[in-house]
């Protein structure tokens, strides 16, 4: 990472309001202190960074640390709030929604707070979506079920009216929780904003079950994701080797990156065969999976498969038809499915018995609660938010990296989605639980 990237974040103006949140203003009075401004996170801790940096007489890229501040731009007393997600479903949604609502209201004393329904379409009032007044009783039990109780949609919707929205409405603060699409949309509620001059915080709490968002450690609900697959692999390996020649295709989410397939090999290492986006495998010749297949049958008589949603879509070829849904991502064709059909074919030719079960449990992964660790992580999350948009912080997201919770700009985690590093030690973990080939 470059030490001339700029992670500087966008702020509404001075900050003349005290914060009631009582932390020590000196060293070791209290539990903890307000963060300083010039509190900073370095983006890369390598060695080679740090050398790097000395050799050109450069400083290197930082990050705001993330944290209460002493002093506010908005007196919370007077100060209005709206939550909104938006994109697909993903444990931890409510868990997020009940920890902005209780750190708004019990930190700050913020006391009007609207839930925004069924994403960004409940900014727009032709769409006829009322707003929900959330307040500590309402959520207070909501981060023991899945989904999101303000629920949610693709699509974009005009930035001009959602903005005449909030100005209507008096809202100060808008917390968006979603991945990509969401957050470009609110980079550009942010824009424009700026651009009539209104003092109004826009949030990011980054949401992707893929795991694909940039620069950060990890989203949440990723977690999550692999803990719930785990045991779905468990009884795929009791089918397979239920079954003489038994073949077990399990499906998982990951529609650019191939983090939940990935981790839920290592994490229930009896998978043999792992294919995400990133790779560029092939089926048939010598060095393809379905020899590779063939002699995994032959030494061990059974076969776990695992394959992300965006895998293999090379193998349908050049004719086939791009369909995109309402955020504008392709439609995958069912890699599955094709794996399925063509490993029934070549064994069929071999003249070799074989039987495949085929299991798809996506929309059962997305939808679960979040676990213990996602939840405690999803908390953490909300209460950052907060406090950056409390002192007047906008246009960012909250995020963890190198371990620590920072503040970035939105634009610089929209600029590329994350992927696996094919090359890197944790694609090499894989291959070393699977035992699959290097190359297909």
């Known amino acids: 990472m470059s030490s001339e990237t700029n992670f500087n974040i966008s702020s509404l103006g001075a900050n003349t309001f005290s914060s009631?949140?009582?932390?020590?203003?000196?060293?070791?009075?209290?539990?903890?202190?307000?963060?300083?401004e010039h509190d900073r996170i370095l983006a890369d801790v390598s060695l080679e960074?740090?050398?790097?940096?000395?050799?050109?007489?450069?400083?290197?890229?930082?990050?705001?640390?993330?944290?209460?501040r002493e002093k506010l731009f908005f007196d919370s007393k007077k100060t209005t709030a709206a939550i909104v997600s938006c994109g697909g479903l993903c444990p931890g949604i409510n868990n997020v929604i009940r920890g902005l609502v209780?750190?708004?209201?019990?930190?700050?004393?913020?006391?009007?707070?609207?839930?925004?329904?069924?994403?960004?379409?409940?900014?727009?009032?032709?769409?006829?979506?009322?707003?929900?007044?959330?307040?500590?009783d309402k959520v207070k039990d909501i981060h023991e079920f899945g989904g999101t109780i303000l629920g949610s949609s693709r699509?974009?919707?005009?930035?001009?009216?959602?903005?005449?929205?909030l100005v209507k409405n008096k809202i100060d603060?808008?917390?968006?929780?979603?991945?990509?699409g969401t957050l470009k949309g609110a980079n550009a509620l942010g824009d424009e904003i700026e651009k009539r001059g209104l003092d109004i915080s826009i949030i990011g709490i980054p949401k992707t079950i893929d795991n694909d968002i940039d620069l950060i450690d990890k989203s949440f609900g990723f977690e999550t994701s692999f803990d719930v697959a785990s045991p779905i692999i468990r009884d795929a390996h009791n089918e397979a080797t239920g079954a003489f020649n038994g073949i077990s295709i399990v499906k998982l989410m990951g529609r650019d990156s191939g983090f939940i397939a990935a981790s839920?090999?290592?994490?229930?290492?009896?998978?043999?065969?792992?294919?995400?986006?990133?790779?560029?495998?092939?089926?048939?010749?010598e060095n393809g999976f379905l020899e590779a297949l063939k002699k995994r049958l032959n030494q061990k008589r059974h076969a776990v498969i695992v394959v992300a949603e965006g895998a293999g879509q090379h193998l349908f070829g050049e004719d086939s038809k791009t369909y995109t849904d309402a955020s504008g991502n392709i439609i995958h064709q069912d890699i599955g499915l094709l794996l399925k059909h063509r490993i029934k074919a070549?064994?069929?030719?071999?003249?070799?018995?074989?039987?495949?079960?085929?299991?798809?449990?996506?929309?059962?992964?997305?939808?679960?609660?979040?676990?213990?660790?996602?939840?405690?992580?999803?908390?953490?999350?909300?209460?950052?938010?907060?406090?950056?948009?409390?002192?007047?912080?906008?246009?960012?997201?909250?995020?963890?990296?190198?371990?620590?919770?920072?503040y970035l700009p939105i634009s610089?985690?929209?600029?590329?989605?994350?992927?696996?590093?094919?090359?890197?030690?944790?694609w090499f973990s894989v291959l070393q639980s699977t035992g699959q080939p290097f190359t297909m």
């Open 49 to 68: 960074n740090f050398n790097t940096c000395i050799e050109n007489e450069t400083s290197p890229a930082c990050l705001e640390k993330a944290g209460p």
């Open 155 to 165: 699509g974009a919707q005009s930035v001009e009216k959602m903005v005449d929205s």
């Open 264 to 285: 839920t090999a290592i994490a229930m290492p009896v998978v043999n065969f792992v294919f995400v986006p990133e790779m560029d495998f092939q089926l048939e010749g």
């Open 346 to 406: 070549y064994f069929d030719a071999e003249d070799m018995k074989c039987t495949i079960k085929y299991i798809d449990p996506s929309y059962i992964i997305r939808s679960a609660p979040a676990n213990a660790n996602d939840s405690l992580f999803c908390n953490r999350l909300a209460y950052h938010a907060v406090h950056g948009a409390m002192a007047g912080k906008t246009k960012f997201v909250v995020g963890r990296l190198n371990n620590k919770f920072v």
């Open 20 to 36: 009631p949140i009582n932390l020590s203003k000196t060293t070791g009075d209290k539990i903890f202190n307000f963060v300083e």
């Open 102 to 136: 209780m750190a708004l209201h019990y930190f700050y004393g913020v006391k009007r707070i609207l839930g925004v329904q069924y994403g960004y379409e409940g900014l727009i009032p032709e769409n006829g979506h009322e707003f929900i007044d959330l307040v500590p």
């Open 412 to 426: 610089k985690v929209v600029n590329k989605r994350k992927k696996i590093n094919m090359e890197g030690e944790f």
């Open 173 to 180: 603060l808008l917390f968006t929780i979603g991945g990509d």
